[in-house]
C-alpha cells in the first residue's frame, strides 16, 4: 500500500464504521424484506441466492458495528464493505437478472470477508 493510502487509513475516524453499517443494515433489511415478500423468480433456485446474499450481507453488516474496537477498524470495515459490495450486491444481481453471467466478483467479495476476519488475527 502507498504511504498515501496508509495516511488516510490512519487518519480516518474508526466511527465512521457506525455509519457505513446503518446504511448497510437499513439496506439488507429492506432487500431481504423484499426478497421474502416480493421477489418472485420464474426460476425458483434464484430465490436461494436472494436469501445467500441477504444471510452474507446481514451477517457481515453486524460485524461491522464492531470495526470501530478492532487494532485496525478502517482496514477490517473496509474489506468487510467490500465483500458486502461484491458478494452480496452480486448474487443480488445474479438473483434478480436470473442470470449467473453476472458472478463473476462474487469471489472476490468471498475473499474480502476472509481478509476482513483474518485482520482479527493481527
Known amino acids: 500500500m502507498g504511504n498515501c493510502v496508509r495516511s488516510n487509513l490512519r487518519s480516518m475516524d474508526p466511527r ?3 455509519k457505513v453499517a446503518a446504511v448497510s443494515g437499513m439496506a439488507a433489511l429492506g432487500l431481504g424484506t423484499y426478497g421474502a415478500h416480493v421477489f418472485k423468480p420464474q426460476n425458483p433456485s434464484y430465490k436461494q441466492v436472494w436469501q445467500t446474499a441477504s444471510l452474507y450481507h446481514l451477517v457481515h453488516t ?3 458495528v ?3 474496537n478492532t487494532k485496525y ?3 477490517f470495515g473496509g474489506f468487510l464493505t467490500a ?3 461484491a458478494f452480496s450486491g452480486t448474487c443480488y444481481m445474479v ?3 436470473e442470470d449467473r453471467k453476472f458472478s463473476t466478483l462474487a469471489p472476490f ?3 474480502a470477508f476472509i481478509a476482513a ?3 482479527l488475527l493481527f
Request: no cysteine; hydrophobic share 60%.
Open 66 to 68: 464492531s470495526a470501530p
Open 16 to 18: 465512521i464504521w457506525h
Open 109 to 111: 467479495g468471498g475473499f
Open 83 to 85: 465483500g458486502i459490495v
Open 73 to 75: 477498524p478502517n482496514i
Open 95 to 97: 438473483a434478480l437478472r
Open 117 to 119: 476476519w483474518a485482520t
Open 62 to 64: 453486524a460485524a461491522l
